[in-house]
């Protein structure tokens, strides 16, 4: 599939520093993960899906439906991968703003050390963002580009236009082996608010108006974009029932809560991590190794470490804590050849799905987000507007699903 919208309601404020740091430890430790696992070109791959992409900014705590899940999480990743790019063999350049256009000299710097193209890459960076700001006219300005490339000369890009008038932003992904023509639907997808009828001169029904335009002949004819994947971000802030699969979520919640941890350790080979911190690395686990089809419903994802506006709940910042020392001392062992703890982490995920084939939640879903914003005190929950307090007249836990 070559290209999809979804609506991205456009955010303002900025990642406090606690939870800045955070996404890029965890962020940089799942990136790691994937390459050493699957290698670099699963990662770009990824990276170029946008249901993964949002189902990633959620695990790392940014608001579970916004357009700020961009830039922060590529923000992010460029901070700690760069770090390890001669171990990784993956960069990541350019960003928002007065970054962005630092990106051609990232190139050829990159390229430089690697023996790449650097004038090809710096060509494809700029040919990328002109064809999605000027081919496609659908009202939205760029303002982030970024170029995530490989050592094999494999790239994403990854670039965010906004709409400030309807106040939703679109975001647009590209994947190189997928692309055969900048100017033919060269997009993985392009994610973003409706627009109804623009000019967008890549779609393949306006091969006839390219020549039309080279040959001074036609005027541009307005084109309605192909739809194929919808991923539609709804308006309000707070996580529903209606957001999430339950039946995966509650898979999730019953692996952590309703199992001794003592009786899994065979499986799990994860001692002394709590049933909390479970749940949350089961979710980072199947953004490591979940297929595609898993990534449906992003909103999930924010049940392993909440949001920094409080939705659906606080950022528990120990839980977070201990999933980043998890998931580093397992990349660690994993290196020295010891794969215990790398594989009892997929495990997670692959437990979880046969769990949720026969699973029946209870639809107690309200139930279950007043619970983990109840507990939030206990885990050191914190959002932009403070730390959580412990609620009046608490009595404890809740039987889950």
């Known amino acids: 599939m070559k290209s999809g919208h979804a609506d991205l309601p456009l955010h303002y404020g900025k990642v406090p520093i606690w939870l800045a740091q955070r996404m890029s430890a965890l962020g940089g430790a799942i990136v790691e993960s994937i390459v050493i696992e699957y290698g670099r070109d699963a990662l770009l791959q990824k990276m170029s899906d946008p249901f993964w992409f949002q189902s990633l900014g959620c695990v790392l705590g940014m608001d579970w439906h916004s357009s700020g899940i961009t830039t922060s999480v590529m923000g992010a990743l460029k901070q700690s991968v760069n770090r390890k790019s001669a171990e990784l063999g993956i960069y990541i350049c350019g960003g928002r703003g007065k970054y962005s256009r630092q990106t051609p000299a990232e190139l050829l710097a990159i390229a430089d050390k690697t023996g790449l193209d650097g004038n090809l890459l710096v060509h494809n960076s700029k ?39 309807e106040r939703v932003a679109r975001r647009y992904h590209w994947h190189s082996p997928s692309i055969k023509s900048f100017i033919e639907e060269p997009h993985t997808f392009i994610y973003g608010h409706n627009q109804g009828k623009i000019l967008n001169l890549t779609d393949k029904m306006a091969a006839p108006t390219r020549a039309g335009i080279l040959d001074l002949t036609k005027e541009n004819p307005d084109h309605i974009m192909r739809e194929v994947t919808k991923l539609v971000m709804p308006g309000h802030h707070d996580v529903r029932a209606e957001d999430v699969n339950l039946k995966r979520l509650g898979a999730v919640l019953a692996l952590a809560h309703d199992n001794p941890v003592a009786d899994m350790e065979s499986l799990l080979m994860l001692e002394g991590v709590g049933p909390r911190t479970i749940q949350s690395l089961t979710l980072v686990s199947e953004i490591i190794h979940g297929t595609p089809s898993r990534f449906s419903d992003p909103a999930r994802f924010s049940f392993a470490h909440g949001g920094k506006d409080g939705h659906p709940f606080p950022v528990p910042v120990a839980i977070y804590d201990e999933s980043i020392l998890t998931l580093d001392r397992a990349i660690q062992k994993a290196k020295m050849g010891d794969k215990d703890k790398s594989d009892a982490l997929k495990n997670l995920s692959k437990v ?21 914003r109840d507990n939030s005190w206990k885990y050191g929950g914190r959002t932009v507007m403070g730390k959580a307090k412990k609620p009046k007249g608490w009595d404890g836990q809740l039987e889950l699903f």
């Open 127 to 165: 040919l990328s963002a002109k064809v999605d700001n000027t081919a496609i006219q659908d009202g939205f300005q760029l303002y982030l580009h970024s170029f995530v490339l490989s050592r094999e000369g494999n790239w994403t890009v990854i670039q965010q236009g906004m709409n400030t008038g």
């Open 352 to 372: 979880a799905a046969r769990l949720e084939e026969d699973f029946q939640p209870n639809n107690r879903f309200n139930d279950i987000v007043k619970q983990e």
